[in-house]
């Protein structure tokens, strides 16, 4: 049963900026190829939404799937230059094909194509910023992608339900919708035989349990359930509620937001520094803390003290971030080094003051450090 009128369902149906994401599936019809009745019925709720006094920001997979038949290529590509190319050819299809369905409400779009260092570098992360508000105060629906045809394997986001959390968090967005081909949240893949449906979590322990499988229906998408649920826990933690269903039920969902799952928003939102440091940036190593260290840095928000770390990981440069584990090896936090990796094995278990002068430094500062527990 749906919970209707909820405190997260009404956040959501009050936002007035709203990230919505929609996955290949969605857009493309069984012989591959884009369906445009789709696209228009999906545009038409957005129109609408936009229409109310809204601002929304669309992040459009599509791309490799849209390439596809225009290619002669059958089956969704394994390999990485063939997914690029198809991804090229389809990116101009699908932004074609939005300029032509938003024109019918004689809307602009613009096209934002992201790399995952676009929302991972801080200096890029204010630029992609900067460019999408000004792109909303101009009016225009920025139509957001991920950049595939130069993102390198070991860089890609490779899922778009990350990169619209990323997205959420940089616009500062009010609710963020991820559009699928499954109507909710179940406990398991509903394809795989019968699963309870699950209308709202509000926090992990609704979600303890839940097999979410990593492929989807189509065969068009990446990720599945499993890159959604780790997208709504991204959304959560930047203090953005998340309704998960169906694009067919994209009218309601921008509507009412009373389908589908709803995720409540956990906790404050975070400045876009400590967001960016303790979920987007990527991390070159690991810390492992000892049960005294683990509580001064989360409990007591204090500095991480070279005293207080057994072993650590990675080959790292001051100024880099990195993940800080308890002795179970369960990330506890994140934070940038004062140190490279090649000095800090020798001052570990070594209290400050008993350390050369030029390195009696916190190895953590704690404004470089957010706790993830
Ligand atoms: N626990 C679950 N609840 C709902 N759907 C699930 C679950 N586990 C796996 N799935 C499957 O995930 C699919 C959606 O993933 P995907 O095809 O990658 O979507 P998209 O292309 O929209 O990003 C659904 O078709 C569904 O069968
Ligand atoms: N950037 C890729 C989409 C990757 C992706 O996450 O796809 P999906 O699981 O359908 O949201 C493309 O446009 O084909």
Redesign the pocket.
């Known amino acids: 049963m749906t919970v209707a009128g909820s405190p997260t369902r009404a956040a959501i149906a009050a936002a007035r900026v709203m990230v919505v994401?929609?996955?290949?599936?969605?857009l493309t019809t069984a012989e591959g190829g884009l369906d445009p009745a789709r696209l228009d019925a999906l545009v038409d709720a957005l129109a609408a939404r936009l229409a109310a006094g809204s601002q929304v920001i669309l992040v459009?997979?599509?791309?490799?799937?849209?390439g596809l038949a225009p290619l002669g290529i059958a089956r969704r590509p394994r390999d990485l230059a063939t997914?690029q190319a198809?991804?090229s050819v389809?990116?101009i299809l699908?932004a074609h094909a939005y300029v032509e369905s938003f024109a019918r409400y004689s809307l602009q779009v613009g096209q934002v194509l992201l790399t995952a260092d676009d929302v991972v570098r801080r200096s890029h992360y204010r630029n992609a910023q900067r460019t999408l508000s000004r792109l909303l105060a101009l009016g225009a629906v920025p139509v957001v992608?991920?950049n595939?045809t130069v993102a390198t394997e070991e860089i890609r986001?490779?899922?778009?339900?990350r990169?619209a959390a990323l997205v959420a968090h940089l616009v500062g967005a009010d609710a963020l919708i991820l559009l699928?081909d499954v109507d909710a949240l179940y406990d398991g893949d509903p394809r795989l035989g019968a699963a309870r449906r699950i209308d709202e979590v509000a926090g992990e322990s609704d979600v303890d349990g839940v097999r979410a499988g990593s492929t989807?229906a189509s065969g068009?998408?990446?990720?599945?359930m499993a890159?959604k649920l780790a997208a709504a826990r991204l959304a959560s933690a930047a203090g953005v509620p998340v309704l998960l269903t169906s694009a067919a039920q994209a009218k309601a969902a921008l509507g009412a937001a009373d389908v589908g799952t709803a995720f409540a928003a956990g906790g404050r939102r975070l400045t876009s520094r400590r967001f960016w440091l303790g979920y987007a940036a990527d991390t070159k190593g690991t810390l492992t803390l000892d049960d005294g260290a683990v509580a001064a840095v989360v409990t007591r928000r204090r500095s991480l003290l070279a005293a207080g770390i057994t072993t650590t990981t990675g080959d790292f440069v001051a100024g880099d971030v990195l993940e800080l584990r308890n002795t179970s090896g369960v990330t506890v936090a994140r934070g940038i080094t004062n140190f490279d990796s090649a000095e800090l094995p020798a001052l570990l278990g070594h209290s400050t003051q008993d350390l050369p002068l030029d390195q009696r430094r916190e190895v953590v500062h704690a404004d470089d450090l957010v706790p993830l527990i």
Do not use: C, H, M, P
């Not at 459009?60 to 849209?66: P, R």
């Open positions: 994401k929609v996955g290949s599936s969605s459009s997979s599509g791309a490799i799937a849209a997914q198809a991804a389809g990116q699908l992608n991920e595939d986001f490779g899922d778009n339900d990169l699928s989807g068009l998408g990446t990720g599945g890159s």
